[in-house]
């Protein structure tokens, strides 16, 4: 029987990366179940792939295309499926876009909520990850190009935290990323959808620093899913742990 006085298990409690410096955040990263099962696929596929080889130019490829894509993969899925203002609006889908977005937006420093869901994240990398491998270098092919996605989405959620942490980097790079992100999470949620460089941002015009935009966007935390239209679509609501669709105070003075 478990003890009144036991401190509940490090993944039962809460972690505000506000709160932590980057040794308490590459502790919680790598005892995080999503961080492990992507790292265990990953060493999956790489045995896998010494049994089944692609022939080493067809691996390269696979490899170095998955690699520079990811960034642009990345980009058009955050602008234009997580950004979107349709998945609440269907049923079936309304569910998966407060899991890994809404509640990202509306609480951005807790990080049990910051990562991807597997059941989301490994299906997508199947298609964007495997399948031009396959197509590239067959079964090898697939094996590399899989684990390659998985090791870069792991590089993209520790990004992704340290944007979020309470730390300010030295490095200048990280430091102009973190500002960036903060602003699409604090400012205005249309523009700033990279995490690890701009370019596609800068490409499409959707770069900017917080003096361009001086007005604040309303629905820079519920993502345009106001309590008009949880009236109409409330299965995002209905699902919600949080406080309906209002900011903290916390929130609101960043």
């Known amino acids: 029987m478990t003890s009144i006085s036991e401190k509940p298990r490090f993944w039962d409690r809460t972690h505000h990366l506000g709160r932590m410096d980057l040794r308490a955040l590459i502790a919680a990263y790598f005892t995080h179940y999503a961080v492990i099962a992507y790292l265990l696929l990953a060493a999956i596929s790489v045995a896998a792939f010494a049994r089944w080889p692609a022939p080493p130019a067809a691996t390269l490829v696979t490899v170095a295309t998955i690699a520079l894509a990811y960034p642009l993969i990345w980009y058009a899925l ?15 889908l309304a569910r ?6 809404y509640d990202h937006h509306m609480d951005p420093d807790r990080l049990e909520i910051l990562f991807g869901a ?13 399948l031009p491998g396959w197509l590239i270098g067959g079964v090898g092919g697939a ?13 993209y959620e520790f990004m992704h935290c340290v944007q979020h942490l ?6 200048r790079w990280m430091a102009t990323m973190k500002r960036r992100h903060n602003e699409h999470h604090f400012h205005d949620e249309d523009g700033n959808f990279g995490i690890t460089n701009f370019a596609y ?3 499409f015009g959707t770069l900017y620093a917080r003096a361009d935009r001086p007005a604040k966007s309303p629905t820079v935390f519920n993502l345009g899913y106001t309590n008009e239209m949880a009236a109409r679509y409330p299965w995002v609501a209905r699902a ?12 609101r003075q960043r």
């Not at 955050?78 to 609006?89: A, N, Q, T």
């Not at 597997?118 to 495997?130: D, E, M, R, S």
């Not at 094996?143 to 590089?155: E, K, V, W």
């Open 78 to 92: 955050h602008r234009w499926v997580l950004h979107s203002r349709w998945m609440f609006k269907v049923r079936p």
């Open 96 to 101: 998966i876009w407060k899991r890994i977005h």
């Open 118 to 130: 597997l059941h989301t994240t490994l299906p997508t990398l199947l298609v964007v990850a495997a």
């Open 143 to 155: 094996l590399a190009g899989f684990a390659t996605g998985l090791l870069c989405t792991c590089f």
């Open 166 to 171: 309470g730390w300010k980097p030295r490095n």
């Open 201 to 203: 941002d800068r490409l």
């Open 240 to 251: 919600s742990a949080t406080r309906r669709h209002q900011p903290s105070p916390r929130r």
